[in-house]
């Protein structure tokens, strides 16, 4: 029963910082992206080694979180 209560709070914690993404869709910037999200575009870019200036394509995912 105790491992079961560990369990269930490291599922918590563990979902709170879970990996998110955003499918790029037509219009997306990565500034637009980044206030829908709360985060900024330095931060997008560094979690998907890219760049600022970088093309976004249609479909593809990025990841947010």
């Known amino acids: 029963n105790l491992t079961a209560e560990k369990n269930s709070n490291h599922s918590k914690a563990k979902s709170s910082k879970s990996k ?5 869709k037509n219009g997306d910037t990565l500034s637009a992206i980044s206030r829908k999200y709360g985060t900024s575009v330095k931060q997008l ?3 998907n080694g890219i760049k600022p200036s ?3 394509q249609l479909g ?6």
Not at 20 to 24: G, M, Q
Not at 60 to 65: C, F, G, L, Q
Request: charged residues 35%.
């Open 60 to 65: 593809k995912k990025i990841r947010v979180r």
């Open 45 to 47: 870019c560094s979690i």
């Open 20 to 24: 998110k993404y955003h499918t790029i």
């Open 54 to 56: 970088k093309t976004l």
